[in-house]
C-alpha cells in the first residue's frame, strides 16, 4: 500500500512557497513603483532653466532716509519714493553704507577733524544752513540824572547868636487845648566852622521839659555852610546822626545803610536856616518876591530838596516889636515832606530868623517866635 504523507508534504511546501512568491512579488512590485517614481523625479528635475526662472519682484522700492532735522521734528521717518535713475540699479544688489562711528570729544584740532569719517554726499542730504542769529539790539540804561548843579550865592554868615523863642502848638480839634513852650536856637562861628543847635521843650511852672533837639555843626566854604555832623534827639525815640563826608562828597546815615552823593552847598535839617540868611545878608537884592531858593538837604534816612519861594515883604509883630522880614514858603510835596514850613528873615536884626512855622497835614500848627535876641559878642537887644 503506497503511503499518501509524502505528497500531502509536496503539496503543503508548495503552497507555502507559492505565498512567499506572492509576497516578495507584491514587495517587488512596490519597489519597482518607488524606482519608478525617483526616476520621474530625476527627469523633472533635468528640466532646463528651473532655477533660472523669473521670481516677482515688488517694482516700488522702500527707501528710509533720515536726517538730522527729521529725528528733530517728526521723531517718524518719511517714505520717500526711489529717484527715477535709481530704479536701474534695483537689479543690482546694494552697496553697503559705512558704518558711521559714535561722536567724541576732540581735545586737540586734529582729533576734532576726524570725529566723524566723511559719508558719501548721496547717503544724507546736506545739513540746511542755519539763517545767521538775530541779534536784537538792546538799549542802554540811561544813567541816574545828577543833581542840578547849586545856583551861586553871595554870602555874609550871620554873627553868632542866641535865640530865645516862644513856642505854641495849636490844634484844629476845639476840644484840645493849646500846648505853650520854649526854644531856643544857638549858633556860634569860630573861625572857619561853626556850631548850631535848635532847642523846643514844655514850657511848666517852674522849669520846661526838653522834647527836642537837633545839632549841626561843620566847616565853612565859599558854598556857605559845609556840614560834616548833624544829629536829632526826640523824647520818645532814638538819636539818629547824619555823617558828610566832604572828601567823597557824600553823605550817610545812622538810620539807614544808604550813602548817597551830594551836591556843593548841600546842608542838613538845622543849616539851612542859617544858609538862607547868609544868602540874604550876603547880598539883599538876591532877595525880591517870587524867587526860588532850592537846597539840597540831608534828613534822617535820604536826600531832599527843599524848594522856598519869597513872598513879598511883611511887617512881623513880635515881644521884641514889629520887623520887616521876608516870608519864605516851603510848600509841601507830595513824595518828599507833607508839611508846610514858613521862615520869616529879618535884615534889620542881621537876617535872623524872628520867627519859624510848621503846618502839618493833619492840621497841627507850630509856630516858634523870638522873645529875646542874645548876641554873642556885643550886649543883649
Known sequence: MISTKPDSALKLYQRQLMQELKHKRTSLVAALLTILLHIMLLQASSIPNWHNMPVPRIEQVVQISLSPSTLLEDRQPALVSPPPELKAQQDQPKPRQP??????????????????????????????????AQTLAVPEPEPEPSPAAPASYTLALPESVELKMALLRTDPDSTRAPIYGVGTIDWSIEGDRYKLSIEAGLDMLFTSINLYRLTSEGGINSFGLAPELSTEARRTRAKTATHFHPEDKTVSFSASSAKLAIQDGAQDKASFVMQLASIGKGDPSQFYAGREISLQVAEEKELSVFVFTILEKVELSTKLGTFSTWHLVRAPRPGAYSSQLEIWLAPATGWYPLQIRNTESNGIVTTQSVIKIIPKNTPDL
Not at 586734529?110 to 544724507?124: G, R, T, V
Open 99 to 132: 558704518k558711521i562711528s559714535e561722536p567724541k570729544l576732540a581735545t586737540n584740532s586734529e582729533e576734532s577733524q576726524q570725529i566723524i569719517p566723511d559719508a558719501p554726499a548721496n547717503d544724507l542730504p546736506p545739513k540746511p544752513a542755519e539763517p545767521p
